[in-house]
């Protein structure tokens, strides 16, 4: 017998994306999906899933507003791109707790401890607390979501070679391809771990793991060389956070 599950999620890019990853789940049936606090209450009490995927921050009624306002108690993954709700997320007796960008191995390990929590009837709240420690209270992402023509596609922060300000948006270069964030390179620089990306220009985030050599220039200024020959010059501002860093 399949799991009847809700999807509650503001972003129809984030709901997409869920109903993605349960295409390849036989035993999940995804029954509705919702796009606010006040649709998914009555979604809930009509259909009484076995499963909820819950988004925590939404406009007007949040994740935590719905489960006090419905009288079915459902098995919940929250997720989110706010890591300050998750221990509140487990005192709801949550199943588990999602970062946004979603890891697709993260979430199957989530379906894992669903079916689990099933046959046991108790999730090991100190184990789900201790993996997420790691990555929650750091609070820089694993993955982010970047654009490519009219596709959104996932792509791991170790594979970003530098970012570059254009507008309000952010060009975002791997090895390979190209692609645009909508959100502004100041937003992204709070997603990404200081220790590996060094912001060297106002407009320019570089990943140190694909450095090759920082070149003094003649005017007193320093060039950046990548290991692919890509060079940016380092704002003078940012001299000596580089010096500080690397040298």
């Known amino acids: 017998m399949k799991l009847k599950c809700i999807i509650v999620d503001d972003e129809k890019l984030a709901r997409?994306?869920?109903?993605?990853?349960?295409?390849?789940?036989?035993?999940?049936?995804?029954?509705?999906?919702?796009?606010?606090?006040?649709?998914?209450?009555?979604?809930?009490?009509?259909?009484?899933?076995?499963?909820?995927?819950?988004?925590?921050?939404?406009?007007?009624?949040?994740?935590f507003d719905v489960l006090e306002n419905i009288s079915y108690q459902p098995s919940v993954i929250f997720t989110t791109a706010y890591d300050q709700y998750a221990v509140r997320a487990f005192?709801?007796?949550a199943v588990d707790y999602l970062l946004k960008p979603i890891d697709e191995k993260r979430f199957a390990t989530a379906l894992d401890r669903v079916i689990s929590r099933k046959k046991e009837n108790s999730p090991d709240l100190k184990q789900l607390l201790d993996e997420i420690s790691t990555r929650v209270l750091s609070g820089y992402s694993e993955s982010i979501f970047v654009q490519k023509s009219d596709k959104y596609y996932r792509i791991n922060v170790d594979d970003i070679l530098y970012l570059e300000a254009s507008g309000d948006y952010t060009v975002i270069s791997t090895a390979s391809e190209q692609y645009v964030s909508s959100k502004g390179i100041s937003k992204?620089?709070?997603?990404?771990?200081?220790?590996?990306?060094?912001?060297?220009?106002?407009?320019?985030i570089i990943n140190?793991?694909?450095?090759?050599?920082?070149?003094?220039?003649?005017?007193?200024?320093?060039?950046?060389?990548l290991q692919n020959g890509k060079t940016f010059t380092i704002s003078r501002s940012y001299v000596k956070k580089i010096r500080d860093n690397i040298l």
């Not at 993605?20 to 899933?49: H, S, W």
């Not at 992204?188 to 320019?204: A, V």
């Not at 694909?210 to 060039?223: D, P």
Request: net charge negative; hydrophobic share 40%.
């Open 16 to 63: 997409d994306l869920l109903c993605e990853f349960l295409e390849k789940y036989d035993q999940i049936e995804v029954a509705a999906t919702c796009k606010n606090g006040t649709e998914a209450i009555n979604m809930i009490e009509n259909i009484k899933p076995e499963l909820l995927f819950l988004d925590i921050h939404m406009p007007g009624i949040n994740g």
């Open 91 to 93: 005192e709801k007796n």
């Open 188 to 204: 992204l620089e709070l997603k990404l771990d200081p220790t590996f990306f060094l912001r060297i220009h106002r407009s320019t």
């Open 208 to 225: 140190q793991n694909h450095l090759r050599e920082v070149e003094k220039h003649f005017n007193g200024g320093m060039i950046a060389k």
